[in-house]
C-alpha cells in the first residue's frame, strides 16, 4: 500500500489541474490550490479498522496527506487532541451536549502546528532550502520551529504588536524574525517583494497547498473521535480561515470513502469573528462570493485580526454548503467567556477560543443552536500564550500569616 494517495494539485476557480511533483504556489488567476486523492483506489484499500494500533498523531492519516515518503515527515508528535465534554460551561449557555477540541496541548502551543507540519514535511519533501511568511504569531512561531528541525531556513514578519511569546518562540528557532508597524496585511506585502526577488519559498496562509492538509486533520479526528458520527454543530474561529477549509474538505473526503453514514449531514459549520474585524461575517450576511477587506482592524484576539483573507471563497463555500453560519463578537464578552470557561471547565483557552463561546451563547439564545444537539467548540491554542488578555490583583501574605477564610 502507498505511503500517500497524494493525485494532484486543482484550481477551485477553474479546475484546472497541476503537477504536485513540483513546488507549486497560486494557480494562474492567483487562487489558492487544493490536494487531490486518488479516493477511488483509497475506498477498497484503506478502512477505519487500519487506524488501530497506529500512532496519536495527525500522521496516523497518512495516507490522505500528501507526503508520499515518511522519511520527509517532520513531526514533534502533533494532533490527536482531546476531545471532551463541557457540561458546567454548556449549562451555563443552554447547551446539553457541549464538547471541546482543545488544540492547547498541541506542540508550540496551537494548532498551527497541524499546518506547519505537514507544510514544512512537503517542503522538505519538493527541496525547499529557505521559506518566508507573514503571521500573527502563532503561525510564525510554529513554522519556524518546524523549519528548525526540518534544516530550513526561515525568514517571518508579524506586527509589532503580535504576542510575545510567539515572537520569541520564532526567534529562539533561529528564525530570521521582523517586525512591522502594521497589520498582517503590511506583512505579506513585504513578504511577497522578498519572494519576488527569487531564492524563498511563499509558506503565506493558502500560497502554498499544504497547510491545508495539516489543518483538515482536525476533521478526521473529530470524526474518529465520535465513532464516525459526526456532531450537528462545529464553532471555529476565522481569521484566515484555513482550518474551517481543511475541516469541510476532511468531511467531504471521509464521506467519499463511505467512512460517513450516506445519511448523515454534515456539521453545520460556524465562522466566528471579532466585532472589530468581521470580514466573513460581512460577506455571509450579503451572501456574497468574496470578502471586501475590513479597514481599521483590530481585536484582542490578535489570531483573527485578519482584515482579507486569500481563501475568503473557500471560507464562504464551506459555510454555505453546511449550511453554517458566520457571527461577530465583542472583546469584552469574549473576555468574559474565557474566564468563565477556566473557572467552569478548569480549560484556559486562548482568546479566539473564547470567542466561541460567546458565538454559541449568542445562537443558543437566538434558536439557531437547538436543544439536544451536539455542539463542538475548537479551540485554537492555549491561553497562557497571551498573559496581557488577563489580570490579577493577587494579595501578599508575610511569613507566618494566616489564610484568611
Known amino acids: 500500500m502507498p505511503y500517500s494517495y497524494l493525485s494532484h494539485l ?48 495527525l500522521w496516523r492519516y497518512h495516507e490522505l496527506l500528501p507526503v508520499l515518503d515518511p522519511a520527509n ?32 496541548i498541541i506542540p508550540t502551543g496551537s494548532f498551527k502546528a497541524r499546518g506547519a507540519a505537514v507544510g514544512v514535511s512537503k517542503a522538505k519533501e519538493l527541496g525547499v532550502r529557505a521559506l518566508a511568511m ?47 508597524n502594521g497589520l498582517i496585511s503590511d506583512a505579506g506585502k513585504q513578504v511577497a517583494e522578498a519572494v519576488a526577488a527569487g531564492g524563498l519559498y511563499d509558506a503565506s496562509t493558502l500560497k502554498e497547498p499544504y497547510r491545508i492538509e495539516g489543518k483538515k486533520t482536525m476533521g478526521f479526528e473529530i470524526a474518529e473521535q465520535f465513532g464516525w458520527r459526526l456532531p450537528d454543530v462545529i464553532l471555529y474561529p476565522t481569521g484566515g480561515g484555513v482550518g474551517l477549509i481543511g475541516i469541510h474538505k476532511a468531511f467531504q473526503e471521509l464521506r467519499a470513502l463511505g467512512w460517513l453514514p450516506a445519511e448523515q449531514p454534515l456539521p453545520r459549520l460556524v465562522a466566528v469573528q471579532a466585532s472589530g474585524c468581521a470580514p466573513i461575517v460581512k460577506a455571509w450576511q ?20 485578519v482584515p482579507k483573507a486569500l481563501g475568503d471563497f473557500l471560507v464562504l463555500r464551506a459555510l454555505y454548503e453546511s449550511d453554517g453560519y458566520a457571527i461577530a463578537v465583542d472583546d469584552a464578552d469574549l473576555l468574559a467567556e474565557q474566564r468563565k470557561v477556566a473557572e467552569l471547565e478548569g480549560a484556559f483557552v486562548c482568546p479566539e477560543g473564547a470567542a466561541l463561546y460567546a458565538a454559541a451563547r449568542q445562537l443558543r439564545e437566538a434558536g439557531w443552536i437547538r436543544a439536544g444537539e451536539r455542539v463542538v467548540v475548537l479551540n485554537t491554542g492555549t491561553g497562557i500564550k497571551y498573559p496581557d488578555t488577563f489580570a490579577v490583583d493577587v494579595p501578599l501574605l508575610q511569613p507566618g500569616e494566616r489564610l484568611p477564610r
Open 73 to 104: 515527515v517532520v513531526n514533534l508528535g502533533e494532533g490527536f487532541t482531546p476531545l471532551f465534554r463541557t457540561p458546567r460551561i454548556g449549562q451555563d449557555l443552554g447547551i446539553d451536549d457541549l464538547w471541546l477540541k482543545d488544540e492547547g
Open 10 to 57: 486543482h484550481c477551485p476557480k477553474t479546475n484546472v489541474r497541476y503537477d504536485a511533483s513540483q513546488i507549486q504556489q497560486l494557480s494562474e488567476v492567483g487562487a489558492p490550490l487544493l490536494v487531490d486523492y486518488d479516493l477511488d483506489a483509497l475506498r477498497s484499500a484503506w478502512k477505519p479498522t487500519d487506524l488501530l494500533g497506529r500512532e496519536a498523531s
Open 134 to 180: 507573514p503571521t500573527n504569531g502563532n503561525a510564525g512561531a510554529a513554522w519556524s520551529l518546524y523549519a528548525a528541525r526540518a534544516g530550513i531556513e526561515a525568514t517571518v514578519v508579524m506586527p509589532q504588536d503580535a504576542p510575545q511569546i510567539t515572537r520569541l518562540e520564532t526567534a529562539i528557532s533561529g528564525a530570521h524574525l521582523y517586525l512591522v
Open 286 to 305: 450579503a451572501r456574497a462570493e468574496a470578502s471586501e477587506f475590513w479597514p481599521d482592524s483590530r481585536t484582542v484576539a490578535f489570531g483573527i485580526n
